[in-house]
T-cell receptor, first 116, second 113 residues
Framework: EAQVTQNPRYLITVTGKKLTVTCSQN?????MSWYRQDPGLGLRQIYY???????DKGDVPEGYKVSRKEKRNFPLILESPSPNQTSLYFC???????????????FGPGTRLTVT | KQEVTQIPAALSVPEGENLVLNCSFT??????LQWFRQDPGKGLTSLLL?????REQTSGRLNASLDKSSGRSTLYIAASQPGDSATYLC????????????FGEGTQLTVNP
C-alpha cells in the first residue's frame, strides 16, 4: 500500500530534550516536506527536500533541522524543543515538480507533539 | 505572498443537501489546486487535484472547479451524508514557490442525520 508513515504519532516531552520525528514514504517520491498545523494559523511549511541531500527552508524553519540521506526518509529534528513548538506535524511527499507537471501531495497521519 | 481564504469557516447542513465550499487565492500564478479532507486528529486525505490548465475535476459525489483568472475554486458535494462531516482544506501550489503548498484554514462541515 502506497503511504507516508510518521513516528511517533503522539509525543509529550520537556523543554530542551532533543527529539526526532521520522517520516518515510514507499512511493519513490523525490519531493518531501514537513508542515505544522496550529489553530488559527492553518498549515505552514517548515522544511522541504527536492531530492537526496537537497533541502531548503519553508515558511517557519526556526528551531528545526532536517536531513535527507535516503530518498524514502525525511526526519524532522528538534534540537532543543520549546513550548511554542507544541503542534500537530505532518510529513508530505510527491513526485518531483517538473515544469508544468505538478503532482498531488500525499500526507502522513500526523504527529501530535506537546512540549512542556 | 500567496494567501488562501476559505468561506465559510463552518457549515452545518441536513443530510441529503447539496452544498458548495469556497476557496479563493490572491496569486493566480498557480500550478495546481488540491482539495483535502481532514478528520479530527487525523491526517489529510487528498480528494481532488486540479491542474492550472483544467476547469474542473470530479470524483463520485465531489466536483471541484477552478477559475484561475479570478482566483477561485469551489468544491461541490452532492447528496451530503453524515460521513462527509470533516474539515475541508484547499491548497495551492504557486509557480514562484517551487513545490510548496499554501493552505487555507479550512471549512468545518457538519452533516446532520
Amino acid at each position: 500500500e502506497a503511504q507516508v508513515t510518521q513516528n511517533p504519532r503522539y509525543l509529550i516531552t520537556v523543554t530542551g530534550k532533543k527529539l526526532t520525528v521520522t517520516c518515510s514514504q514507499n512511493m519513490n517520491h523525490e519531493y518531501m516536506s514537513w508542515y505544522r498545523q496550529d489553530p488559527g494559523l492553518g498549515l505552514r511549511q517548515i522544511y522541504y527536500s527536492m531530492n537526496v541531500e537537497v533541502t531548503d527552508k519553508g515558511d517557519v524553519p526556526e528551531g528545526y533541522k532536517v536531513s535527507r540521506k535516503e530518498k524514502r526518509n525525511f526526519p524532522l529534528i528538534l534540537e532543543s524543543p520549546s513550548p511554542n513548538q507544541t503542534s500537530l506535524y505532518f510529513c508530505a511527499s510527491s513526485f518531483k515538480f517538473i515544469g508544468g507537471d505538478s503532482y498531488e501531495q500525499y500526507f502522513g497521519p500526523g504527529t501530535r507533539l506537546t512540549v512542556t | 505572498k500567496q494567501e488562501v481564504t476559505q468561506i465559510p469557516a463552518a457549515l452545518s447542513v441536513p443530510e441529503g443537501e447539496n452544498l458548495v465550499l469556497n476557496c479563493s487565492f490572491t496569486d493566480s500564478a498557480i500550478y495546481n489546486l488540491q482539495w483535502f479532507r481532514q478528520d479530527p486528529g487525523k491526517g489529510l486525505t487528498s480528494l481532488l487535484l486540479i491542474q492550472s490548465s483544467q476547469r474542473e475535476q470530479t470524483s463520485g459525489r465531489l466536483n471541484a472547479s477552478l477559475d484561475k483568472s479570478s482566483g477561485r475554486s469551489t468544491l461541490y458535494i452532492a447528496a451530503s451524508q453524515p460521513g462527509d462531516s470533516a474539515t475541508y482544506l484547499c491548497a495551492v501550489r504557486v509557480e514562484t514557490s517551487g513545490s510548496r503548498l499554501t493552505f487555507g484554514e479550512g471549512t468545518q462541515l457538519t452533516v446532520n442525520p
